[in-house]
């Protein structure tokens, strides 16, 4: 499938243990944002990462493609709504995104830059359980991370169906479903691999 152009709808800390590895609460609620098209590279392909602003993270997520479209109320149609599945790297300047915490403004900078979100081709989600799917990052030969969509803090589903209460989903958008533990800063030269359960691995690197 082409590279979607539509927007790109994220969910943070949707993975316990990721939220407790960066001393983040636990949300009792979903926390959205949004990476616009101008975010979209291919993951296949060596992607660049921003210099001389602090650390660039990697977080390995899950990703949908929306084939139709959905708005509140719509709830019942979410899951049949999804036209494929894949990789994607929420690239984040995790120290940016620090200082305009703590001063209590919008995350844009540091999550939506040019080039902030690699995405992945899509293949078919059919006879995947969306409870039980592994996602995995090796970095340099190591495992970086290694989740499970059991351990999401609110389910494929009940996040489509929060999501569309806020944001109306059209075909061609993309939700990033969060990332689990493990995530750290990329450098130049970096190897990596992602893993989506046996559906999907993508090799690729950092410039
Ligand atoms: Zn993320």
Redesign the pocket.
Known sequence: MELPVGKVV???RNYAEHARELNNAVPAEPILFIKPSTALVRMEEPFLIPRGQGDCHV?T?MTLLIGETLTRGDDDKVLSAIAGVGLGF?L?LRDLQSRLKEQGHPWEKAKAFDGSCPLSTFVSAEGLSWDDITLQLVRNDQLQQNGNSRDMITPVADLLAYICRYFTLRPGDVV?T??PAGVGPLVSGDRLEARLDDRLTIKTRVL
């Open positions: 994220c969910v943070g977080e997520e929420d984040t990033m969060g990332t």
